[in-house]
């Protein structure tokens, strides 16, 4: 892979030039213009990239006198660190005065059941799809993923009702249900396509040996895809934490996650607006799924464009 | 081909039967919430539903009186701004980009850390981000003003008529990263043969790019155009955080019009006409892309 990358990256940059001339390596200079065009033009779009991110900090670290008199871009001059502590424990929302702390126990309340139920679910359908397929199950599969495309907001309020007749509307259970019908599509496909790609024979081997369905899925086929959950955990606890519309339709306000709860602090009508409890809070919100993707690095863009890849 | 190893059994239902069982959530969903749900709110729009959804039919009342309704037209030429510019923007810089990350760079994997990680912050969060980097008093305007140049106005989200582009500038800040990823995977893609040709022919790099190396990658821009559509008509939780809407009415969308009808207006069949109106565009997206990708050829 990498040998393709340097033999394509060496064509490309002597496309400009007529004659290949001697083969091997030509002595490239760092200072070229062509270089000096390519890497400006990455760090001017790296620096608008992590602009915000340098906002939120500086913002966050000063005083509201501070704030008032100078200009976003300016460092502190004196860094505090009481708009953190503010944000974590007593902004108020309008409805209560607690901070952020409630919304962030209740996302992990709410974020590590829905990550594994949905996961353990998917992954069990995709095995399903890939290795016992049954008549039929093509069908279901299509309409599952056809339906990945349908607005959430026209599926809404069935599942309310359904979710209500049930006598789950509003609580944590309710909310982890939707979260795994949700990820669903997603989830299965990526399950469906690994699973299908693992070596048949082994698959043939077992069956040959007695091992039913269950026996198959805990001991061949997960213990051999530890990284393609690992994948589909990074997508789903970074999804969960950010949703906002779930949250504020099937839950009751004790209830509410951390990005609803951060809403409500910013935008409440309430009082003075004190910009840098407001960003500390919006970065305490963005950690989790940052530490996730920071951590994580490659897998995590394994799992966006897993969404990309067609079956 | 693996039901082929149960052919013995005689009953067709029993055959398969734990791959069956293990996969009912999976049928429920499909069948229950996302066809069954999709056509009850199709058909619910038709009546005319408050509080509670009602079976007494209206016809195509809704329909009509959601047409009238300047706040939905609002939404749907929003939508259309927000979704035109998003699309190009969006396609051009990922593409630019990726076509630069691709000259093989040093700290290609700092470069990609830096652009996609906004993609990994909720909307919420990158909404308020950009809610006070473009606040007039603090904000840019504010920083541009103090360097001397007193008049300089923008104020993308206290003015009306320029309130999506605000909206537009951090959706791009947000999604441009997954573009990006999406198309250095289809240049990585592309043959060298390809560039060791177009060098031998002499065809200027920028030619090579635009002539032979996008027509090549037709898939990967179709599947990303898909990506960025079906999101461009969720668009909902950036607005909530950003501008609320506002001012007035003057960022609305069609998915907050949806919420607001059905959750706090009390007024369930204008939702679920509203609702219906975003599946058909939705639809208009999808159908001719899955008809491209999947018709013809069976999937097996």
Redesign the interface.
């Known amino acids: 892979m990498d040998d393709t990358v340097s033999l394509k990256a060496r064509a490309a940059h002597g496309a400009s030039r007529l004659a290949p001339g001697p083969q091997g390596k030509k002595p490239r200079p760092m200072f070229s213009p062509r270089n000096i065009m390519i890497y400006g033009a990455l760090i001017f779009a790296a620096a608008y990239y992590l602009l915000p991110l340098y906002v939120m900090m500086v913002t966050s670290l000063k005083g509201m006198p501070e704030i008032r008199l100078g200009n976003i871009f300016s460092p502190p001059l004196e860094i505090t660190f009481e708009p953190w502590v503010k944000a974590w424990s007593s902004a108020c929302t309008g409805l209560n005065c607690d901070g952020l702390s409630r919304g962030f126990w209740n996302s992990v309340r709410i974020t590590i059941p829905s990550t594994i139920v949905s996961i353990a679910i998917a992954s069990v359908n995709g095995y399903a799809l890939a290795n016992w397929r049954f008549k039929g199950a093509d069908l279901f599969f299509t309409i599952l993923i056809v339906g990945a495309f349908i607005p959430y907001q026209v599926m809404i309020y069935p599942i309310v009702i359904v979710l209500r007749e049930m006598g789950l509307y509003g609580s944590l259970t309710g909310l982890i249900i939707v979260h795994t019908i949700f990820g669903m599509p997603i989830l299965t496909l990526l399950f469906r396509n690994y699973f299908s790609s693992l070596p048949e024979e082994l698959f043939k081997a077992a069956r040959i040996d007695g091992a039913g369905f269950w026996t198959i899925y805990f001991k061949i086929m997960l213990p051999m895809s530890l990284p393609i959950f690992v994948v589909a955990m990074i997508l789903q606890i970074t999804g969960i934490w950010n949703d906002f519309l779930f949250g504020v339709v099937f839950t009751r306000p004790e209830y509410y996650p951390m990005t609803v709860q951060l809403n409500n602090i910013v935008n409440s009508v309430q009082g003075v607006k004190e910009y840098n409890v407001n960003m500390a809070a919006t970065i305490l919100t963005g950690a989790v799924p940052l530490i996730v993707y920071f951590v994580s690095g490659r897998l995590f863009v394994r799992g966006i464009a897993a969404g990309a890849v067609k079956g | ?3 082929q ?1 149960y052919a013995g059994r005689p009953n ?1 239902l029993l ?2 039967l ?3 069982i ?2 009912i ?3 429920l ?10 056509l ?2 199709v058909f619910y729009s038709f009546t005319n539903s408050k509080l509670l ?1 009602r079976l007494s039919f209206v016809g195509l009342d809704q329909y009509e009186r959601l047409w009238a309704a300047p706040r939905w037209l609002v939404s749907i030429e929003n939508l259309a701004i927000y979704g035109f510019f998003s699309l190009i923007f969006s396609l051009v810089i990922g593409f ?2 990726a076509a ?6 040093r700290f290609e ?1 700092a ?15 990158t909404g ?6 473009l ?1 007039p008093e ?2 840019v305007q ?2 541009v003003r ?1 360097l001397g140049w007193t008049s300089f106005t923008f104020d993308p989200l206290y003015n009306q008529s320029i309130v999506i582009y605000g909206i537009l500038i951090a959706a791009l ?1 947000q999604g441009t ?2 573009v990006m ?2 198309m250095l ?1 289809g240049l ?1 893609g ?1 043959d ?1 043969d390809i ?2 040709a ?2 031998v022919d ?4 920028w030619k ?1 790019y635009l002539f032979i190396i996008i027509p090549m990658m037709r898939a990967v821009f179709i ?2 155009l ?2 960025i559509a ?1 999101g461009i ?2 668009v ?2 950036l607005v ?2 950003q501008t ?1 809407g506002g001012p007035g009415i003057a960022s609305e969308v069609p ?1 907050k019009y ?2 607001d009808y ?2 706090q207006a009390q007024n ?1 069949g204008q ?2 006409a ?3 109106m ?2 058909i565009t ?1 639809a208009i997206i ?1 159908v001719p892309w ?1 008809y491209l ?1 999947f018709g013809g050829r069976k ?1 097996g």
């Open positions: 081909m693996t039901g190893a067709q055959r398969n734990h791959s069956k293990a996969s959530p999976m049928i969903t499909a069948v229950v919430i996302f066809l069954g749900g999709t009850w709110t959804p630019v980009l630069l990350m691709d000259q093989k760079i994997n470069f990609r850390t830096i652009f996609l990680y906004p993609f990994a912050l909720s909307f919420i969060v308020l981000v950009w809610q006070w980097v606040n603090f904000g504010s920083v103090s800040w990263g997954l990823c999406l995977a990585r592309i060298e560039w060791k177009s060098r002499g065809i200027p790099m090579t599947t990303t898909v990506i079906s008509v969720r909902y939780d909530v955080a609320s998915a949806v919420y059905m959750f369930l939702g679920f509203a609702s219906t975003m599946l939705v999808i899955a990708e999937r």
